[in-house]
């Protein structure tokens, strides 16, 4: 059981980028895959987000090209969302309290994360180094991989 961060669903979709390769050849082999795997409903807004903007993406897709990208990928039979539960805000004042350092974009990792303790995932599949900063956390580059 693992996630799939943002950054990976990014280069999967993005033909220009050099990570293009790796990262939708591994997309492709965990739709295949009979066990389960997961994202957030963050990491989807967050791809919407990029993959749209005219700043942040070399060459923009509509809103309508970028969620059939990801309507593809939520059709995939093993993947599925998680969903924050009745236990979200304990875990995430347990996670603040034991890494209060944390702050400011970092938050967004730490709703993953927290999301991730919460239904015992331990893995995550990233380029984002960010991810080392939660000791619960496992991180996998699917490229140095």
Known sequence: MFVVDTNVLIYAADRDSPFHTPCRAQLEQWRRQASPWYLTWSIVYEFLRITTHPKVF???????DAWRFVDAVLASPTVSVLPATERHAKLLADVIAELPHLRGNIMHDAHTAVLMREHGIERIITRDTDFHRFPFVSVLDPVAA
């Open 58 to 64: 070399r060459k923009p897709w509509s809103a309508t």
